[in-house]
């Protein structure tokens, strides 16, 4: 009997690794408490893709599914949320990155974070789900990384150490003027590019692909998660969480 079956849209392989991770993590890849079915849509079918875990009897399931395009995130979910509603789903929850060509063209202010901007976004998001026809349209979340799924990553306190041994904040600092005690989801417009510069400090890059995504996530503890979520950065990583686990 399910307690939390909730379905994921996220936008590409990040996402997906990053999520999948999470929720092993902290569940602590105890089976009897979670299961996940992961899934790539191709041509709108579904394809299943590594890994599942558990079962869909399990007390949390998750079905993970990757669109492939962040501008799709949304209108896959609500083409599909009436369907997964039938099958239990209670909540319908979208993870894509801020970071895009329409806010590129829509930002007045070059290649700089905009709250404003940030909120535009979100309330075009939520206006188009509140005006979908929909019965469980109350059951739909978009959420934004911002600008970022490494922004998350970037928040993390450990993260100089996971990449090599040999970095330290300071010498970040030193090297490239960046202050990691920030939140990188204000002052970081592509984070992405800014991981790849740490990376290159050490002699090696970092790229938005899968095997370099797993390299990283998968060093990741529950204690990363849980110390950026009560850091009082990142506040889209502490959303997400909350709409996965309520």
Not at 165 to 192: F, N, R, W
Not at 230 to 235: D, I, M, R
């Amino acid at each position: 009997m399910n307690k939390r079956k909730i379905a994921i849209f996220v936008e590409g392989d990040t996402e997906l690794v990053f999520v999948r991770h999470f929720l092993n993590t902290w569940y602590n890849y105890d089976a009897n408490l979670y299961g996940f079915e992961c899934y790539k849509l191709q041509s709108n079918n579904k394809h299943t893709v590594p890994y599942p875990v558990g079962s869909r009897n399990s007390e949390n399931f998750y079905e993970i599914i990757v669109v492939g395009n962040d501008n799709s995130v949304l209108s896959k979910m609500l083409s599909r949320a009436e369907e997964l509603g039938n099958a239990g789903f209670s909540s319908i929850i979208g993870l894509r990155d801020m970071f895009c060509d329409k806010y590129h063209q829509a930002s007045s202010h070059g290649r700089v974070v905009s709250t404003s901007l940030n909120a535009k976004f979100i309330n075009m998001a939520q206006k188009e789900i509140s005006q979908s026809q929909l019965s469980n349209k109350h059951d739909i979340h978009l959420h934004f990384a911002i600008m970022e799924v490494e922004a998350w990553l970037l928040g993390m306190n450990r993260l100089p150490m996971v990449i090599d041994s040999s970095l330290t904040t300071t010498s970040i600092k030193e090297s490239l003027g960046l202050d990691l005690s920030q939140d990188p989801e204000m002052t970081i417009y592509h984070p992405a590019v800014v991981l790849n510069n740490i990376y290159n400090l050490s002699g090696k890059t970092y790229g938005k692909h899968t095997d370099d995504t797993e390299k990283i996530i998968s060093q990741l503890l529950r204690e990363d998660f849980e110390q950026l979520y009560t850091s009082g950065k990142c506040q889209s990583f502490q959303q997400f969480v909350n709409a996965i686990l309520d």
